[in-house]
């Protein structure tokens, strides 16, 4: 059984206004997030803490986002009410 949330998708391609994620600790998983998400300060931290850890850099262009998908999964949840 999956979850849906608005706003969040998992895509091979990135649509216009959206931005591709890897998330995951080990495992990456690719999320295509909306653009309006950088301009939110619990999204802005997340994004702060990546780059401490492991800058920004992927292998396949996108940002990395070294947490758990749960937690990730969880911010964004709340970023899309």
Do not use: W
């Not at 600790?25 to 999204?43: A, G, T, W």
Request: charged share 20%; glycine share 8%.
């Amino acid at each position: 059984m999956g979850f849906r949330f608005p706003g969040i998708a998992k895509t091979t391609s990135t649509p216009k206004g959206f931005f591709a994620v890897y998330v995951g600790e080990s495992q990456k998983k690719r999320f295509v997030i909306p653009i309006s998400f950088l301009n939110h300060p619990l999204f802005l931290d997340l994004l702060s803490q990546a780059e401490e850890e492991s800058g920004y850099n992927h292998p396949m262009g996108g940002i990395t986002i070294p947490c758990s998908e749960d937690t990730f999964l969880d911010l964004t949840s709340r970023l899309s009410v």
